[in-house]
């Protein structure tokens, strides 16, 4: 008991060490990992992130007008696990440091993250494709050259005949 | 006639009744807001109590079917009764003088058992298991801390009796009496040991850590109030605000009843901060710094230091004599 | 007077917390709201009890699972009504990494009416004071 009254008597002088939250300003650790942002031009639609994902919270699909990908993301079955940052090539998905998850239960299923990717026609025969994103060339090429992006702006067909004849 | 409107007014306003059961409630706000200042919390609010009773009257209220009905609502009834009877009987020198009857130490000693078996009484015909367990240990509880009480005021007793030429004396007025004529007993060394003794009495009695052992919340669920909600638990918290200015002013009364000058007004305050310092010493403390023991560790507590202290005391007085 | 009574009776939600099979992730974050001083609870005037009879604002965590389903009804209903139920971590709002399983029966709203939900595996203490400050808005109506 004396040892437990000499850190109370202590802690009684220091006063209290409360974060004032709910009524004023808090602190966000470095490197946390909340809410997911998800940025549409930037992704390449490799689904590498839908096939990751822990809890299944990742859907890339085709819209029903087939104009191009949608992108969901359902924040009440994503684990915050970061493996979608880990593995999108282009990180197009990132994972913020908002943490504030709370929410009625008539928002639930409106709690989600959206992203549309609207195809772009092929530059030489018109197929709707996923555009090519040019933080993926970065990724791919030391040097992106007007060739490189000549061909990024076909579908694969097109560039297969493009390059090897 | 008079008296009788005097002894209902006693009753329900001042010092029992209203008055008693703010008194106690505000106590306990404070109680938990110096708590958790020791843990380096900021704590709720010192009315939160007030807030917690005006809520519990607007819940719902949930009778498990298997109870016994009549006793179940009897019980917290029983103990609200009993704390506004003892309450009055308390008297604050300066302010009110008590019963003049020659046993009210005795009634008082009753009384203070009253919300033990108010618990048990509950605890037993919520039918909940849990709830028999806290009226098994209630009634542990109860046999280990009546043993030091009893001879505590058995000894004050008897040094007040001695002194003024009796053999012992149960009146608390006379107790108070005497000290007001011959100094506080608080100051008198034969006393210390009695002192010591009571002030362990008191986490006992008032059931906090570590002698919490009863409504253990993390094993046994809150014991014998498990079962209640709305108003009854707003009754058992009534009878727990209340029972802490019975004992509380118990203490005062039997060991520092000194009051500060003639005004009534200061002697009310004058109380009110000797209650204070009393429950931060022994309760708010106490259940800060220390950790549920038990029950086993607890009986042999009692009996072994609480009790020998006290019997010191008895023999230093009639040593003394 | 009601009004007033409400807006008194607002200020002193209890917790209680049902494990409907939780990890223990989420239960170890409520422990941190509760009890550490830096997210101290108490100054909401919340105060965790014991037993459900005493309970305003239910805290469920976990999936539910196939075994503990019919122990965590039972327990929902004994609660006095007004109650708020909030719903903690991912697991008991869709199952989470579980969903899909055999032994597993939620997501929770199936079977209790949940009024909000703090998604997160597990949520940060500041997330679940939010929901809990959430779960007080909508506790107050029903008083």
């Known amino acids: 008991m004396s040892s437990f009254l000499k850190i109370a008597i202590r802690n009684l002088l220091k006063g209290p060490s409360t974060d004032p939250y709910p009524y004023g300003e808090t602190f966000v650790p470095k490197g946390l990992r909340g809410k997911i942002k998800y940025n549409a031009k930037a992704c390449v639609a490799c689904r590498m992130c839908e096939h990751v994902c822990a809890g299944g919270a990742i859907q890339i699909r085709e819209v029903s007008d087939k104009s191009g990908l949608e992108f969901i993301l359902w924040h009440n079955t994503c684990a915050f696990c970061g493996l979608c940052e880990h593995y999108c090539p282009t990180k197009a998905i990132r994972l913020t440091e908002d943490y504030h998850t709370a929410h009625r239960q008539e928002d639930k299923y409106r709690y989600v993250e959206k992203g549309f990717i609207k195809y772009v026609p092929c530059a030489s025969c018109g197929t709707p494709m996923v555009p090519t994103a040019p933080e993926l060339l970065n990724v791919a090429y030391d040097n992106v050259n007007k060739d490189i992006e000549r061909l990024s702006k076909l579908c694969s067909k097109c560039r297969k005949e493009k390059v090897c004849g | 006639m008079t008296n009788f409107v005097q002894l209902i007014l006693n009753l329900l306003i001042f010092p029992g009744g209203l008055f008693a059961v703010a008194l106690g409630l505000f106590l306990m706000g404070i109680d938990r807001k110096i708590a958790a200042r020791l843990q380096r919390r900021v704590g709720p609010p010192v009315y939160q109590p007030f807030i917690d009773l005006v809520k519990l009257t607007r819940k719902e209220m949930v009778v498990p079917g298997t109870a016994h009905l009549q006793a179940f609502w009897l019980a917290p009834l029983l103990g609200f009764a009993g704390m506004m009877a003892a309450v009055t009987l ?232 | 007077m009601k009004k007033l009574l409400q807006k008194i009776a607002k200020k002193s939600p209890w917790l209680y917390r049902i494990n409907a099979g939780s990890c223990n992730g989420c239960d170890v974050e409520l422990a941190t709201t509760a009890c550490i001083p830096r997210y101290d609870v108490e100054r909401l005037g919340c105060k965790y009890c014991g037993s459900p009879k005493h309970a305003d604002i239910v805290l469920i965590t976990g999936p539910l699972t196939a075994r503990v389903k019919e122990k965590v009804l039972r327990l929902y209903d004994e609660i006095p009504d007004p109650k708020v139920t909030v719903a903690i971590g991912v697991c008991p709002i869709s199952g989470g990494v579980f969903r899909d399983s055999y032994a597993i029966s939620g997501p929770i709203d199936n079977f209790i009416p949940v009024d909000v939900n703090v998604p997160g595996c597990p949520p940060r203490p500041q997330a679940i004071i939010d929901g809990i400050v959430e779960a007080i808005k909508i506790w107050e109506t029903r008083l």
Do not use: H
């Open chain 2, 90 to 321: 308390i008297p604050i020198a300066g302010v009110y003088q008590g019963f003049k009857y020659s046993g009210d130490l005795l009634v008082l000693l009753y009384l203070l058992a009253l919300p033990a078996i108010a618990l048990m009484i509950g605890g037993s015909a919520s039918s909940s298991p849990f709830g028999a367990v806290g009226f098994s240990r209630e009634m542990v509880m109860m046999m280990s801390y009546e043993l030091p009480l009893l001879v505590v005021l058995v000894t004050i007793a008897l040094k007040v009796g001695l002194a003024t030429g009796g053999i012992a004396t149960f009146s608390l007025s006379e107790i108070v009496q005497f000290q007001l004529e011959n100094g506080a007993l608080l100051f008198d060394y034969t006393m210390l040991p009695a002192l010591l003794a009571f002030l362990v009495f008191i986490p006992g009695n008032m059931g906090v850590v570590p002698f919490d052992i009863p409504e253990a919340e993390t094993e046994i669920v809150e014991g014998p109030i498990l079962e209640y909600s709305g108003t009854g638990l707003a009754l058992f918290k009534l009878m727990t605000s209340l029972k802490m200015i019975v004992v509380l002013g118990l203490a005062i009364a039997l060991f520092f009843p000194t009051p500060l000058g003639k005004n009534f007004l200061v002697n009310l305050l004058w109380f009110f901060l000797k209650c204070l310092v009393l429950m931060v010493i022994a309760i708010t403390i106490v259940r800060t710094s220390t950790g549920r023991v038990r029950m086993d560790q607890a009986f042999k507590f009692y009996l072994r230091y609480p009790t020998v202290l006290a019997l010191i005391s008895l023999v230093l007085t009639l040593l003394q004599r």
